[in-house]
């Protein structure tokens, strides 16, 4: 079994930065893959990056270029900087593995963005 642990949201002021984490513990195999999605009062869930454990990563055109994420295979960690925040990435934000057909979520950890 997987459990995901994320930390690191908070409030913070357009423009400004957050880092978020996310700790995987149980069983983690290479072929998985992790990522965050997050998700703003009324939406659904979106993607907004994943990275593979060879450290292959895919971005949401809305956070390329101020998001980054990032792994630690020996931690079974990932990260998510987020950069230039704007008041529209206020959301959930989950973490998530995914193993073949399989997912497994975080909690989830809240970031506000104010104007």
């Known amino acids: 079994q997987v459990q995901l642990v994320e930390s690191g949201g908070g409030l913070v002021q357009a423009g400004g930065s957050l880092r978020l984490s996310c700790a995987a513990s149980g069983k983690i195999f290479s072929s998985d893959t992790m990522g965050w999605y997050r998700q703003a009062p009324g939406k659904q869930r979106e993607l907004v990056a994943r990275?593979?454990?060879?450290?292959?990563?895919n971005y949401a055109d809305a956070v390329k270029g101020r998001f980054t994420i990032s792994g630690d295979n020996a931690k079974n960690t990932v990260y998510l900087q987020m950069n230039g925040l704007k008041p529209e990435d206020t959301a959930v934000y989950y973490c998530?593995?995914?193993?073949?057909?399989?997912?497994?979520w975080g909690q989830g950890t809240q970031v506000t963005v104010s104007s």
């Open positions: 990275i593979t454990r060879a450290g292959r990563t």
């Open positions: 998530q593995l995914r193993r073949g057909w399989d997912d497994y």
